[in-house]
């Protein structure tokens, strides 16, 4: 069975950081693109960064100069290093694998992890 699990959120205050992670089992990163996604209560899911197999990397316009998306194939992990967090940010964080990516709002996936808070205060 395989599962995406995201880990790491929490509660911050404003301008400060936290790391996201995200582990497979069951599966290998190797040679999968994967992508960050956030769902704010009442808004749209949207894309937040993605990490593409031939090495290319997307960032939402408003996170690219604070977050940092890399990956760590020997342990199956992709991590999303988020800082000078903005209350704006505050969502449910998914990583998801991806088998085709245009851009952060074309994409296809196969597998969707649960999801893991991140509440930013002001």
């Known amino acids: 069975e395989v599962q995406l699990v995201e880990s790491g959120g929490g509660l911050v205050q404003a301008g400060g950081s936290l790391r996201l992670s995200c582990t497979a089992f069951?599966?290998?990163?190797?040679?999968?693109?994967i992508g960050w996604f956030r769902q704010a209560p009442g808004k749209e899911r949207e894309g937040v960064s993605a990490?593409?197999?031939?090495?290319?990397?997307f960032y939402k316009d408003s996170v690219k100069d604070r977050f940092v998306i890399s990956a760590d194939n020997a342990k199956n992990i992709v991590y999303l290093h988020m800082r000078n967090l903005k209350p704006e940010d505050t969502a449910v964080y998914y990583c998801?694998?991806?088998?085709?990516?245009?851009?952060?709002?074309?994409?296809?996936?196969?597998?969707w992890g649960q999801g893991t808070q991140v509440t930013v205060s002001s």
């Open positions: 990490i593409v197999n031939d090495g290319s990397i």
């Open positions: 069951g599966l290998s990163f190797d040679g999968y693109s």
């Open positions: 998801a694998t991806l088998t085709w990516i245009k851009n952060l709002a074309e994409y296809e996936y196969d597998y």
